[in-house]
């Protein structure tokens, strides 16, 4: 008998949401919005960001730290992350720190999408000053 209270209680409020006439259900794959992104960017890596319709810009306050102590690697998959969203609709996207220093950038120009600094200020990868193969 307790088994099937238990069961009850469960089911009870899947039973409900189900029946909600106005329950929203998508009919296709959508592009997942700027806010779900930089939820998912975690850490408090985005902490502000303002939207400029009219310029169509996009201007995102970043954590300086965690920006710093990200590599080039990190730091390019943030941008087109957040790159992919704009373009759904066509707005630039600019980068800056709590100071509002540039520090990135996704812009459309002259038919393409570019991210400048090319390097986001970061090293992509870096060399070992050694002898490579260990010969002597």
Known sequence: MKFWLMVLLVLLPLAAQA???????????SQPSLWWISDRL?????????????????RLQ????TWLTANYIKRYEIMQKLGNVALENRYDIVVENNRQV???????????????????????????????FGLR
């Open 19 to 29: 029946q909600n006439p106005d329950a929203l259900v998508p009919l296709a794959p």
């Open 42 to 58: 975690g850490e408090g890596f985005i902490e502000n960001w303002i939207i400029d319709q009219d310029a169509k810009l996009i």
């Open 62 to 65: 970043v954590n300086s730290q």
């Open 102 to 132: 540039k520090l990135a950038q996704y812009k459309y120009e002259q038919g393409n999408w570019q991210i400048t600094p090319p390097l986001l200020g970061a090293t992509p990868f870096s060399a070992n000053s050694g002898n490579f």
